[in-house]
């Protein structure tokens, strides 16, 4: 026979095992008082409990400790940094009998067993808070890259603040670069047609002016007993409980994240303050970034602007220039058409002075050139293109140019009929530039093309027996108005560059997403390799 | 047969040379150093072809001439020139919106020159 206290033991545990897995302290409430009911046959059972911020209560409290009624307290113990604070848990018992019986420690443990159960229930709470948080900073890290405008990421940071911290109502002001005013001010909770009435922003007077000044964060359990507190303007829906913290970036106050009205009418604690900040955090960044871009933006554009007036001043000045070269070139031609009376000597200085004319307009072209392709503004007219019909079109035109001793030959043996994408044009002029320079520097042997099948790529070889440029030139080689010292000196015939020729050639190369490289060795002669993806620019930049 | 070639440029050493080129080519020409005396010239002396300047000051660019000309029936048929230091690309694009017949590269190069005027006439003229 199991004797009466192994009776009580095994209730008052079964009692134990329900009130561990209650979901809420209302839960708590019921169950402790069906219990206490049923074990004391007492006429009337009264319970609260209070877990953290949550409370609840069963029955009629007795208003004073009459004879009949018998009170049973248990609380949470009060820990080492939490003796200014409120117990964690507390649980009351009342049971009304007209004697207190042998169930005095049944009630004593029953009351027990519910604090065992709400430190359960805060435990649960605790751990869905702690997933909410690390949800809401996901979110707000996620709102960072995602929100295209500024007010956006705020937006989203204020929503994850207020979802965090159970406010009714938030905002975020961001302060002026001098930090005395707001230059924007962000709102939740407050519905757009109550926003109309209220009107303009805040001015920051009041308590914001105080948050303005004075960057620590602040707690107020009624925003309206703050001395500084100004009161609300017209139609603003009514707030007591407040939180404020700062957005510091790079060592300055730049704003402020605002929370009211906690649910509940409760106040903000600790916690509260310490997620708000990691929010704040959050728009800091998304703050820093937003003026970085804004900067990087203004920048950009003073650059495209400094280039378009660059541009202009190029097109114009190539203009200005070309007008008198038309005369000096034309009547040169003239005179030279015309000289019946002129010597030798005469004639050849009017060959000068219109070779020096052909030389001038030859770099105006280049330079003009040089600086479309630099400011962007040259754009490919791509098409498939025969490169081995090119070249033997690119070798017939200079081959009148091809000195006496020196043998000009060509091997695209191997391209074949295969074409490549590329702007005829473009690459017209590349192979004219290099063969030009291979061929102006060469007076006796050969200059050699070879076009040769390198996969996704052709590679065009110009190999001459030229002087070769000394190695201390070759790293400047592709630099603008660079001339090896081997070129310098050089009595300038018509047609002749300017040093502009080889930056062009990369600059198109590059522009086709190929590469161009130089190798020399002085005495020996030079080779310029160009190689170009068949596929044209977007393979090339593909495959890098 | 003589051809006559309207020449119109605001540039007097251009315009003076271009018109011995021309004359030793065998041409008529007629000129006008600026755009509402170059509409006029044109609608007066109804040329064979107009050689025409895209840059110049006054009331009416190169650019405007060619427009006015076009747009009368009295001298829309004459084909047009242009002949300008403006940058190839930039003067090419507007010459096909004007929709003119040739363009000519300052500094000039007077053969190529000729065959553009052989092109438009015919290679018989002035012979």
Redesign the interface.
Known sequence: MPTTDDIRDRLIANAGIELASIADVSACCETLAGHARAMTGADQVAVRARAGSMSCSVGDLPEQAGDDWHAFHVAAPVGDDETATPRRWSVQLHVHAPSVGDWRMTCDLLARQGGVGLERVLERCELAQAERRQVALVEAGKALSSERTLDGVLRRIVEQAMALTDARYGALGVLEDDGAELARFVTVGVDEETHARIGELPRGRGILGVLIEDPRPLRLDRLQDHPRSAGFPAHHPPMTTFLGVPIVTSGAVAGRIYLTEKAGGVPFTAEDERLAQVLASQAAIAIDNASLNERLQQVAAALEEASRHKSAFMANMSHELRSPLNTIIGYTRLLQEDARNLDEEQLEDLEIVRGSGEHLLALITDLLDLQKVEAGRVSLVLGDEHLGELLDAVVASVRPTVPEDVELVLEADELGDDTITCDRTRIRQVLLNVLGNALKFTSSGEVRIVARDAGAYVKLSVHDTGPGIPEADQPRIFETFYQSTQALGRRPGPREGAGLGLAITKLLVELHGGTVALQSTEGVGTTVTIRLPRGGPTQGHDQQ | MTTKIALVDD?D??RR??R??LQRMGHEVVEAADGASGVELVQREQPDVLLLDL?MPGELSGFDVARELRADPATAQVPIVVVS???HL?AKELVEQVGCDAFVE???D?DELERVLVELLGDDDGA
């Open positions: 540039d050493a251009a040379m271009m011995r080129v840059r230091a403006s940058t930039e300052k500094p000039v007077f």
